[in-house]
Nanobody
Framework: QVQLVESGGGVVQSGGSLTLFCENS????????MGWFRQTPGKEREFVAA????????NYADSVKGRFTISRGNARRPALLQMNSLKPEDTAVYSC????????????????WGQGTQVTVSL
């Protein structure tokens, strides 16, 4: 059973950094690929980054390349997202997701989702 919970969100000034954590509060965790998505009110969910369970492939949205880094932890904390040089347009609710999909950028390829954590970047 996979139950994902995000943490690490908050308010940061433009140019600042935050690290988001995705934890599994369920009993087990298989060989899932992990992804991060974000969403703002009135907009569709947007792909941010993904990583395969073997760590051999990372996939990033063009808007975050060079600024964000996705990494894997262990079964209890399967994914992290290091966000640097944050911009106001990065403000959103960030959610982590797990699936078996080769680090897909498509939300439908993920079976398990967290509730999300708010990131707000001020000017």
């Amino acid at each position: 059973q996979v139950q994902l919970v995000e943490s690490g969100g908050g308010v940061v000034q433009s140019g600042g950094s935050l690290t988001l954590f995705c934890e599994n509060s369920g009993r087990t965790f298989g060989n899932y690929d992990m992804g991060w998505f974000r969403q703002t009110p009135g907009k569709e969910r947007e792909f941010v980054a993904a990583i395969t369970w073997s760590r051999d492939y990372r996939n990033y949205a063009d808007s975050v390349k060079g600024r964000f880094t996705i990494s894997r932890g262990n079964a209890r904390r399967p994914a992290l997202l290091q966000m640097n040089s944050l911009k106001p347009e990065d403000t959103a609710v960030y959610s982590c997701a797990a699936g078996r999909n080769s680090a897909s950028m498509y939300a439908d390829d993920y079976a398990h989702w967290g509730q999300g954590t708010q990131v707000t970047v001020s000017l």
